[in-house]
């Protein structure tokens, strides 16, 4: 589906935006995207890439409520939407033919159990 391409770190963010839930919103998402993906990442590349999602129609935000412990600013939480749903499994789907259609690749998965 032309224009549903997802780029690996919006991937990322997607698959950790459902594994979050409904705590899904940008310090948790950062972190678990840090401990998932074994690498530092940037508030500003984050929240570039949320905004670009939710452009694309792949996510969804709402604004909690302020707290006093986050100086009375509100957290911004966030949803994958069923398109968004739909990208992920297309980049699956992609992945995994490419992936199987490596013998060797295949092959050494297998003795790697």
Do not use: C
């Not at 940008?26 to 401990?35: A, H, M, P, S």
């Not at 909690?64 to 699956?92: D, I, M």
């Amino acid at each position: 589906m032309k224009g549903n391409n997802l780029g690996e770190f919006e991937e990322l963010a997607l698959l950790t935006i459902l594994v979050l839930g409904d705590d899904a919103y940008g310090v948790t998402i950062r972190q678990e995207i840090e401990k998932q993906g074994e690498r530092k990442i940037s508030r500003g590349a984050l929240h570039t890439a949320l905004s670009r999602l939710e452009d694309k129609g792949f996510l969804n935000s709402r604004q909690g409520e302020a707290t006093e412990a986050r100086g009375g600013h509100p957290k911004r939480y966030y949803e994958v939407t069923n398109k968004g749903k739909e990208a992920l499994h297309e980049a699956k789907n992609t992945r995994d033919r490419l992936w199987n259609q490596i013998p060797e690749v295949r092959l050494e998965l297998q003795y790697a159990w």
